[in-house]
């Protein structure tokens, strides 16, 4: 039987793999899918846990973060064309333009 | 009335702004120094009215605003403007005003001229709120007022150089500044100790208020409050121990010597006493009053003895000026307050035309002090030596001068008192006293042109200068001629003070051994230098160095001894508590400032630039968040 927690390590274990895919990799388009797989492991866990309480309101925002994910998407999407254009790579030791 | 009292009060003040806010950086201007005279002048002008109008209608008190209003303490600016003060304000204001023209002619040269009289009428602004005060509040205010534009006038000449200790008289006029300021916050602690306690037993610190509750305190705290006051008055008035500044004090310009340091400031303590005399008269400090007396014997003798010796002509004066210091506290100390009073205001006059006079001779010398070095100098200064021979009669004590009626009631109330030991030192002072200021003048004036020989080619003052010091010497005369109308007016205020019975026909007799003592000393000093020729040049190298003249010399090694048991282990002692002051107070700020700038310089490594280590540390902080979050639930 499938449980809740199952869910719940599953997010877990998305979510890590998504941080450590933040922290880790120097694509910028790569840092992107890293932070959606870390934002689709928070929507399972909302999801599964809406449905253990039986409580809509999980669910419905797992949906919210979809569309807000979608729509973040299109214009990080557009931004990094822009970036590439610009640069010819997207590789964030190339483009880092601040000298700290 | 009242609009005079202001006007009294703050001609000086408004001179003083006039002077310092808008000529203070522009070049030397005459108009300066017209205008400040002519506000002075007016000053003395309604002194003089008022001193009418007090004399005809009584007292006159106003009160201008509240100044400190907490709780119980109620302090208003207060003006009590009575006999004793007005008398005060007469002498200040004239002798001011003189001396505020001298300075026109006096600092003609120096390009510090605008700041000179700013200084100076702010002096006496601060004399004038210290006299006319109604409450002991005004009156330290004024006190403290005068020490600070003492202490400006001491050091105007701040650049010159410091000089060592030993080749004295030559220390720098900073210094000396700093020395008399030192001595007077001593003796300021006293005062104001003295202030409190009266605050704390009566409540109130208005004259008339205190006074009628002195009845009502405990003995003891009497004589504390008198003591107290008196140590506040020995450093104003330059009483022994706290002596020494004012012969240094003498490094200043010659006409603030003889307003500040000879005529008015110093004689502050003594006013100080002569108006607390409801608290010195009563029966409980008879023992601080009878100190009083004894200890302005002792500095009167001791200060004669220094200007023996001493070849600096303002040395010779500042010291004939603590000798009359001394005269004046021991009439306090006998009770004679009113006599105290008009030696005070004599010696006022005789003392300012005096240091003029010296200021002339110097000025003409090109600031050269060592008499020695003068001679036969009446041929080129007519004027000046007029006029310090007739404040040397007056300062002796000789028949008709200001200076006989008052030294002289001063002698015979020590004698009518049967302080016999107190009598027997003011007479032979007298006798000490003619010596020294006419050694003064004969060596200055007579004699040997000295000066010839050494290339000075000395001038008088300017004309419009020695007339203006006419008045002071009209008074040096004459002042004497109405004791009786001053005895008659001050009474009015202050306890009057009558020769008993039995000394009364003693005392022709007591004045003639005075003079005949006077005029031994006078004679003397004219036989030793008033010679000519080769003699005039020898000096007793025998007797310079036995060791009374090399004790007297010294100033009894007091400077010395202060120098080496006071000063130098404060500095010693000043310089361990800056090296510890530096090691932890310092070192404590230096750690807090340091540590910020450390953690700064570290982390500033973290902003290099590039996204991926930003969401490193991003991560990193998220994760301590996180461990905060869960740490703080564990331990609930």
New interface residues.
């Given amino acids: 039987m499938i449980g809740v927690n199952h869910y719940l390590v599953l997010s877990g274990l998305l979510f890590s793999i998504g ?1 450590i895919g ?2 880790r ?2 694509n910028l388009l790569m ?1 992107f899918f890293a932070t959606e797989v870390m934002l689709n492991a928070v929507n399972i866990a909302f999801a599964a846990i809406g449905s253990y309480y039986g409580d809509l309101s999980g669910q419905m925002f797992a949906f919210f973060i979809i569309a807000v994910a979608a729509s973040e998407v299109a214009v990080g999407l557009g931004l990094l064309i822009l970036l590439y254009k610009k640069y010819g790579s997207l590789d ?2 190339v483009i ?5 | 009335m009242e609009n005079l009292v202001y006007i009294a009060l703050f001609a000086p003040f408004v001179g003083s702004l006039f002077a310092g806010l808008f000529f203070a950086r522009s070049p030397k201007t005459h108009l300066v120094g017209f205008v400040n005279s002519t506000l002075i002048a007016v000053a003395f002008i309604a002194a003089v009215t008022l001193a009418l109008h007090v004399a005809e209608h009584g007292a006159v008190h106003v009160t201008m605003m509240t100044w400190i209003s907490i709780g119980d303490l109620n302090i208003p600016f207060g003006f009590l403007v009575d006999e004793v003060s007005v008398t005060m304000m007469l002498v200040v204001t004239l002798v001011s005003t003189i001396v505020h023209i001298y300075s026109t002619g006096y600092m003609n040269h120096d390009k510090s001229y605008n700041r000179f009289f700013a200084y100076l009428s702010a002096f006496v602004f601060s004399m004038m709120i210290l006299v006319m005060s109604d409450n002991f509040a005004g009156l330290f205010i004024g006190w403290e007022g005068v020490g600070v534009c003492s202490w400006l006038l001491i050091g105007f000449w701040y650049h010159k150089e410091d000089k060592t200790f030993e080749e004295n008289p030559s220390i720098s006029p900073s210094w000396a500044a700093n020395e008399a300021f030192i001595m007077n916050r001593v003796a300021d602690l006293g005062m104001l100790v003295g202030i409190f306690l009266i605050y704390w037993n009566v409540g109130s610190l208005q004259y008339d208020v205190v006074f009628n509750a002195l009845p009502h305190l405990a003995d003891g705290l009497l004589v504390s409050i008198a003591i107290a006051l008196f140590i506040g008055a020995m450093g104003k008035s330059a009483q022994f121990p706290l002596h020494t500044w004012l012969t240094d004090a003498m490094e200043g310009p010659t006409p603030v010597s003889a307003l500040i340091h000879a005529a008015t400031m110093v004689t502050a303590g003594v006013f100080l006493v002569i108006r607390a005399n409801p608290l010195f008269g009563l029966e409980a400090v008879h023992g601080v009053s009878m100190f009083i007396a004894s200890l302005g014997a002792f500095v009167a003798f001791y200060a004669a003895s220094m200007a023996l010796s001493a070849r600096d002509i303002k040395r010779i004066v500042a010291l004939s000026t603590l000798s009359q210091l001394g005269y004046m506290f021991a009439a306090a100390g006998l009770g004679a307050y009113w006599i105290a009073l008009f030696h005070l205001a004599a010696h006022a006059f005789f003392k300012a035309l005096l240091f003029l006079g010296a200021g002339n001779v110097m000025h003409a010398m090109d600031d050269e002090l060592d008499i020695f070095k003068m001679g036969g100098m009446k041929k080129v200064m007519m004027g000046s030596y007029v006029y310090m021979g007739i404040a040397s009669f007056a300062l002796a004590g000789l028949p008709i001068m200001a200076g006989f009626y008052s030294k002289d009631a001063i002698i015979e109330s020590a004698f009518n008192d049967g302080s016999f030991i107190i009598w027997a030192i003011l007479v032979i002072t007298a006798g000490m006293t003619a010596f020294y200021s006419f050694r003064q003048v004969f060596f200055t004036f007579h004699g040997e042109e000295r000066y010839k020989a050494l290339g000075f080619h000395p001038h008088d003052m300017y004309k419009y200068v020695l007339v203006a010091m006419a008045p002071l010497a009209i008074l040096a005369i004459s002042f004497g001629w109405f004791m009786n109308n001053f005895h008659e007016f001050i009474t009015k205020n202050l306890p009057d003070y009558e020769m008993s019975e039995h000394t009364e026909h003693l005392a022709p007799f007591l004045g003639t051994l005075v003079i005949i003592l006077a005029l031994t000393g006078i004679f003397i000093a004219w036989k030793k230098y008033a010679g000519k020729g080769a003699n005039a040049w020898k000096r007793d190298e025998k007797f310079e160095q036995s060791f009374i003249y090399q004790l007297v010399t010294n100033q009894y090694y007091i400077p010395k001894f202060y120098d080496e048991f006071i000063v130098q282990p404060y500095t010693i002692a000043s310089k361990k508590f800056w090296e510890i002051d530096k090691a932890v107070v310092d070192g404590f700020v230096d750690f807090i400032g340091k540590g910020a700038y450390k953690t700064g310089d570290v982390s ?9 280590s930003y ?2 540390w991003m ?1 990193v902080g998220a994760l301590i968040l996180v461990l905060i979050a869960v740490i703080s639930s564990v331990i609930g």
Wanted: aromatic share 4%.
């Fill in positions: 941080f933040v922290l990799r120097k840092l964030l030791d880092s333009s601040m000298k700290g | 500033r490594r973290m902003q290099n630039g590039n996204l991926s969401l490193n991560g």
